[in-house]
């Protein structure tokens, strides 16, 4: 075997505000290294359990089908699709981004169809237009959407669209892997039937679970298929078997769960439990607005008008005459910031800034608009200097 | 939001002695807290390059197709059917155990029909019946089966039938969870087409991804698929545009990767590499071979013939009387060891013993020999005192 001269792992530190994975507390990068359990010894169930009781609270939801799906948020987009819908069914998307186009996508693959209801990369989707949708379809199974477009940073409204669907006898799914965690989701209050996320935005914990929530219409759903789910990774009535409540009797083995994951993600939700909801929630608030403030001090312009954006991720307009790949490779060699790129359309004309999670701190806002002082105006962007600064702080004192 | 009262993360060790997760050394437990990377920083990408030229060594190929699927060894086996299998094709699958099975019930689910060559459990598979049904069926095409059982401890022959059926113009595919990295796999040497394994085992790192390889034959059935996957999130056409090698352009966003594990498992191979893969199985059989003169030496019996067993996995036959969950559950809470129970039609009548990895050491291979003598007594099953550790010691040192 040659040897590949592969040395010790020595991952530079990087401020990660792009649309994710975000940083995540060193308690939480702690919890990963703790001693390995068998999948099925009781102290892992009980360690199960309580990952799915704090991850009930955060979905603000009763739901029993609540569990986190062995692979990242992607894998929580197709559980929730490939489960729910069967070949010939209907189901009506809302596209306005990137991650709505890819549940086209999957859904395509599954034989079903979608309808979509399209708005402009960067502005909310239109109820009126899925009421249309609803009554010129007939049986429409599914409405779906995404909650925060990662690819956009715009917050859809749901509550409305919900009723909808359920006027119209469908179920409502959203994304909500840009929001969970860190926006305000209601899944019991507003009617939520399905909805995912990713662990690795405003969670606060590593890549690699997706925690999915189904209310008892999707169950339903669920249980009444006629067809088998094309995908057994991912069937979520033989996962449930593995993760649900099942007292007096031992759980069903399914996959060996990611140990390590689940360890991140339960301390992860206990600093969510520890910060509540609420202050959480206004902490993403304050600091995406400090952010705004200061890019706008620096002249840059916002691709979202404000009743929309979502605090998680914020898209600025590049400026005329400045390079996207450029810029972003100098933040992350000379200030180790990474941000993100533009998605489609968008692609060369947006940055994506998170603030999701640990990385949702006033000095990570003040890092990025420092670095972006010193840098914008050495590729021929002149800005102010030090207002930038200045115009945050104002915000987050206020 | 009312206090769940969740505390500090504190699972208790474990030494796993089971069928998997196996016990992973502290480095590659450490190299989980790394600090977090972009899927897209060029930091990642180098980490990714170096894990997947590792693997190579592992499975010892040069398959430029070669990567960690984001999911458990499960995820694997399902991303090696669903992606080479259509609707109406023919597979023709060993089947002389749990996993063999479960090859069967994900092929239903794409629309392909499986012809099973069934052997009893904790038998090995004939040859001569593989060449029967490729003789009677026509277009076969894939020839599967489980290298290592999991669930019988039997190490199949395969370069016969890969022979087989690479004569009759069908891949040959097959599951190395239990055997890589531990156990002999050598996928270019026997015609292996397309195989993949899990990170709990032998490799020794933590549950989470799925390596997997596929050789030119498979990447040629791959690419002239004629329908899409029905599963977006293990479609490996896609994959191999975020994992695999695309000099002087930028890695394609699939979905974002699980950081964290990618770092475990690159520290995993490091270790592997290390030690060297001859020295690696040699340590596994030794261990083994010393376990089961300890068990002969007790009075326990194996499943297995000599000729056939993995030196990963040991089934054992639970002697008249002793109920195993008693056992099992004597051996977890007083000496905090963890081995497996039977599945199916062993059930009850088969312990199943594991010596992956870092737990392949012989101070396990001690200390479950004591447990066992200090337990089984006091449940009415008479052993020899004393005499189980040194015939252990004696294999050791031979």
């Keep these: 075997m ?10 530079p530190e990087r401020l990660l505000m792009g649309p994710g994975p975000a940083n995540v507390a060193p308690r939480v990068l702690q919890a990963l290294s703790a001693p390995l359990l068998g999948h099925l010894d009781p102290a892992f169930i009980e360690i199960m359990d309580e990952t799915v009781a704090e991850l009930r609270q955060v979905f603000q939801t009763s739901n029993q089908f609540t569990i986190p799906i062995s692979g990242t948020g992607s894998a929580g987009m197709e559980a929730s699709l490939c489960n729910l819908l069967e ?4 189901i009506v998307i809302g596209v306005s981004g ?12 599954y034989g079903a169809r979608s309808v979509l209801v399209e708005a402009e990369w960067g502005h909310t989707l239109d109820p009126e237009q899925f009421k249309a949708a609803l009554e010129r379809e007939k049986d429409v199974k599914i409405v779906a959407l995404v909650h925060a477009e990662t690819s956009t940073g715009v917050l859809q409204p749901v509550e409305e669209i919900a009723k909808l669907a359920h006027d119209h006898g469908a179920l409502f799914l959203i994304d909500v892997v840009t929001s969970l965690g860190g926006i305000d989701v209601r899944v019991d209050e507003w009617g939520i039937d399905a909805c995912f996320s990713g662990t690795q ?9 997706a925690p999915l929530t189904l209310g008892p219409r999707a169950v ?3 249980r009444s298929r006629k067809t088998p789910v094309a995908n057994w990774y991912l069937d979520l009535t033989l996962l449930d078997k593995y993760w649900g409540e099942h007292k007096n009797q031992s759980r069903a083995y399914h996959h060996t769960a990611p140990i390590s994951m689940v360890y991140s993600l339960r301390e992860a939700l206990r600093t969510i439990a520890e910060e509540g909801l609420e202050e959480r929630f206004a902490r993403h608030h304050r600091n995406a607005s400090a952010l ?7 002249g840059l312009q916002m691709l979202v008008p404000d009743a929309y954006r979502t605090d998680s991720l914020t898209t600025v307009l590049i400026p005329e005459g400045l390079d996207d790949l450029t810029i972003r490779r100098a933040l992350l060699s000379e200030f180790s910031i990474e941000i993100g790129g533009g998605l489609g ?13 640990y990385t949702s701190q006033p000095r990570n806002v003040f890092a990025l608009l420092n670095a972006l002082e010193q840098l914008l105006p050495a590729h021929g962007f002149e800005v102010p200097r030090g207002t930038a600064a200045a115009a945050a702080h104002v915000v987050l004192t206020a």
């Design 220 to 222: 339903e759903v669920l």
């Design 292 to 298: 705004r403030a200061g890019f706008e001090t620096l």
């Design 87 to 90: 070949p010939g069914d209907t």
């Design 345 to 357: 359309p968008l692609a060369g004309k947006v940055w994506r800034v998170g603030l999701m999670g």
């Design 2 to 11: 040659p040897d590949l001269n592969i040395g010790e792992l020595n991952p």
């Design 201 to 209: 935005k405003c969670l606060g914990a590593p890549p690699g679970l």
């Design 98 to 109: 990137y991650f709505g186009g890819r549940m086209t996508e999957m859904v395509s693959r």
